[in-house]
């Protein structure tokens, strides 16, 4: 398995309080990825990073800002949580597309409930 | 905009059975398409990456085809195990930006014993 590790695994939070959720990969892989997966609507990429200090939005970004100061660690921080962001976020990693095609490997998720 | 689709949404078969899943996608300019398999409460494990140029990728008792021409991918699971049940995602990349993934929903299957 890839070394990727997600932290917290569960976290009860109230609405209206900032959360960051850390990512942290031993793979030294170039890109990095953030999701939420909401039954009914699948993954969805919030944000991604290809690079120190390099990210780009994915198509849920409102609400969401990351960070990424180092190569193996990707932070997801809700500014201030909505009960519409209660999810499951996994976050990913993906080598060169010469290797593996850009496969990208899933952490073990994050539960997040909203209150 | 690029939409992926799974059909069926679910399955059960019993143990041993060969079944197809179907995964389609509305733009043929893709970059490669992937399977991944997730399990309940866990995150995705990647199955099969099949690159836009190739028609087919096989691992063990999975083999995944590619038509692009056509925007279909089947993920074919041979002699099906109890330990197969889970939920099969397939997702796209597009040409124009190859690390971004479009998923479908999934299949979720389920092999009786």
């Known amino acids: 398995d890839a070394g990727i590790t997600q932290s917290p695994r569960h976290k009860v939070t109230e609405t209206g309080t900032p959360v960051t959720l850390r990512c942290h990969q031993t793979e030294n892989h170039r890109y990095m990825y953030w999701y939420r997966q909401d039954p009914g609507h699948g993954l969805r990429l919030i944000h991604y990073?290809?690079?120190?200090?390099?990210?780009d939005k994915g198509e849920v970004s409102d609400g969401y800002s990351v960070s990424r100061s180092k190569t193996e660690d990707f932070l997801l921080t809700l500014e201030s949580a909505t009960s519409s962001q209660t999810s499951v976020y996994f976050c990913a990693i993906s080598g060169p597309l010469n290797t593996a095609g850009g496969t990208q490997y899933f952490g073990p998720g994050t539960r997040l409930l909203v209150l | 905009k690029q939409e992926v689709t799974q059909i069926p949404a679910a399955l059960s078969v019993p143990e041993g059975e060969n079944l197809v899943l179907n995964c389609s996608f509305t733009d043929s300019a893709i970059y490669n398409l992937q399977w991944f398999r997730q399990d309940p409460g866990k995150g995705l494990t990647s199955l099969l990456l099949?690159?836009?140029s190739q028609r087919e990728q096989t691992s063990g008792r999975l083999n995944a085809s590619l038509d692009k021409s056509s925007g279909r991918s089947t993920l074919y699971i041979a002699a099906s195990q109890p330990g197969d049940s889970a939920t099969y995602l397939c997702a796209v990349s597009e040409a124009g930006n190859n690390r971004k993934l479009i998923w479908g929903l999934g299949t979720s299957l389920a092999v009786n014993p």
């Open positions: 099949i690159q836009s």
């Open positions: 990073s290809y690079g120190v200090k390099d990210t």
